[in-house]
């Protein structure tokens, strides 16, 4: 399991953080958002992948509408695509949407 998510779509790389301390010879402990407040904070240098910059990886954020108990939720802006499939003579029901404030490219 890999930072709370399991099976095939679960994330190999999470993100790019801070080294704070260099503990061992072989061991860093990383700044880790509060998102990961469970994950232990020190990796071997093994699992760690060096950052090269590109300027495409640039993003442009806009700043989210959060509510006041400070939650954000997805609304839907449009289907894209829909099929159905027969799975041990069961239809299984496949949607492809797009949200709103993300890109065509992450319709899920």
């Known amino acids: 399991m890999r930072f709370n998510k399991k099976g095939k ?3 190999r790389y999470i993100g ?3 080294i704070l301390v260099k503990i061992g010879p072989v061991a860093y402990r990383l700044a880790l958002p509060p998102s990961l407040d469970g994950e232990h ?3 071997h240098m093994s699992i ?3 950052y090269v ?3 495409s990886h640039v993003l442009s954020q806009e700043p989210l509408e959060l509510a006041a108990d400070m939650s954000y939720k997805e609304l839907l802006e449009k289907i894209l695509d829909n099929k159905v499939v027969n799975l041990r003579n069961r239809p299984i029901h496949y949607v492809k949407i797009k949200w709103y404030n993300h890109p065509e ?3 899920s």
Do not use: I, Q
């Open 9 to 11: 779509l679960s994330p």
């Open 48 to 50: 760690l992948r060096k």
């Open 105 to 107: 490219e992450e319709a």
């Open 53 to 55: 910059h590109d300027p």
């Open 41 to 43: 904070d020190v990796f």
């Open 16 to 18: 790019l953080y801070d």
